[in-house]
Structure formats: C-alpha cells, structure tokens
C-alpha cells in the first residue's frame, strides 16, 4: 500500500505552555479506515488541524504524499455551511479548486447525489438535520476531490436516523477506496469499519493496531468505554 500520511514525533504546546500532544507518530496508507479513538481533551481535534494544516507542530514533522488534498468533516456541522442551498454550499470549494459552468454543475450534482442530497440541492441548507448537514459536508469534500477525509466526533449530536445516515456514508467511502479517519469516542458505532484502530490519550499515542488487539486492551484507562461490555463481537459494531 502507498503510504500517504507521516507524522513524525509531533508535538504542540499551547500558548501557555500546556501540553497538547507529545511525540506522536505514525503513518497512513491510501485507502485505510483508521479509527482514532480518544476522550474528550486527548489532542484527537489537535492533531487534526495539524495534520490539514490549520496549525503547526511545535516539534516534529508531518509529511503529505505530494497532490493530497485533505478535507475536514467538523464536529459543528453548522460551522462549515457556507452556501443558502446544498447546491451553493458545494459548489464553493469546487469553484474555488477552479471547476467551471458545466465541469462545475456536473461535479456539484455528482457530490450531492453521491451523499444521498440531490433532491435537496435547493432545500435551504441550514434547515437540513445534523445528519444531513453533516453529509452536505462530505459532499463538499468529494467535489474538491479531497484524498484524505478526516472526521471529528462524526455523531456528535446525532438521534439515532443521523447516526446511520453518518454511518452509511463513511460504509460507502470504504467501499470506494477513500482514505478516511474516524476521530470519536463512540466505538460501538463505527469500529466495524475500521482497518486500524488507534488510542490518543492526554496528548499521546498510547496504541496503533488492530480492532481486536484494541479491544483485549483496558480501554477505560484512556476514559474510553469499551464496546465488548454491551456488544459481544466486532462485526455488530456498526450502527446500520
């Protein structure tokens, strides 16, 4: 597999000199499903900005495979809408990647109908559900042809037809080959896809390995429930 992500010995200091994360490292493959499981406070959304370049590293590095683009999926749905209509919304970052008139529009309607928003591409976007918005999100991403898709705390805020609705999508993305990260505490509704699970805890990578080693772990030292306590095998850890 080519490997399209390093990140080594990362690093970052808050302004006040606390500690978000401390020598992390690892690598992704194109086409991995990693899960990157932590609690609340661990570095998770940290070590995303850094990884899509909003914020630097104090030490360390992070490399991108030339021509990957990374796109972000928001634990605030709200905060990524931009266009009045789906069709708007979308239509932005793939103008701005340069798509034009009829590239444009095919692009847009592709997207939109890939994410199961066609019908709504002229529904006012902000009206939308938390699962919709949050697939209006990804559809902007797919327009701008992102190669890596990371997504923080994807059901956050979700019922449970907003968490299938997320689920369904990340199903589909797999199936397609794209290379995606699952930033969540919430296993029991995503582990089943993952090729890779990963555990941050209070700034550091405390595991990077399968699903099955990740579970015979004591996760709830790393305040993370493990799922095994209510479901009993991997295969049922997908909300569908």
Not at 7 to 15: A, D, H, K, W, Y
Not at 30 to 45: C, D, H, P, Q, Y
Request: hydrophobic fraction near 40%.
């Amino acid at each position: 597999m080519q490997q399209i992500l390093k990140i080594e010995g990362v690093s970052r200091l808050f302004s006040d000199g606390s500690l978000a994360l401390k020598d992390v490292s690892f690598s992704v493959n194109s086409g991995e499903f990693i899960v990157l499981a932590g609690s609340n406070g661990s570095g998770k959304t940290v070590l995303m900005n850094l990884i899509s370049g909003l914020d630097f590293p104090t030490q360390g590095s992070i490399s991108l495979q030339e021509g990957v683009k990374v796109g972000l999926v928001f634990q605030d749905a709200d905060a990524q809408i931009l266009g009045e209509t789906p069709e708007e919304d979308v239509s932005f970052g793939a103008r701005n990647c340069g798509l034009k008139k009829d590239a444009l529009k095919e692009c847009v309607e592709k997207s939109l109908d890939s994410c199961g928003l066609l019908q709504k591409k002229d529904f006012p976007a902000r009206q939308m559900s938390g699962g919709e918005k949050r697939r209006l999100a990804v559809a902007g991403i797919l327009a701008m042809n992102c190669s890596l898709i990371i997504f923080d705390e994807p059901f956050a805020n979700l019922d449970y037809e907003g968490v299938r609705q997320v689920c369904a999508i990340l199903k589909k993305l797999k199936s397609q080959g794209k290379t995606v990260i699952v930033l969540t505490h919430e296993l029991e509704k995503i582990l089943a896809l993952a090729d890779r699970f990963l555990i941050l805890n209070k700034g550091k990578l405390c595991f990077d390995g399968s699903v099955r080693e990740g579970l015979s772990l004591n996760l709830e030292q790393y305040s993370i429930r493990n799922p095994l306590c209510s479901y009993t095998k991997v295969e049922d850890l997908l909300w569908l």
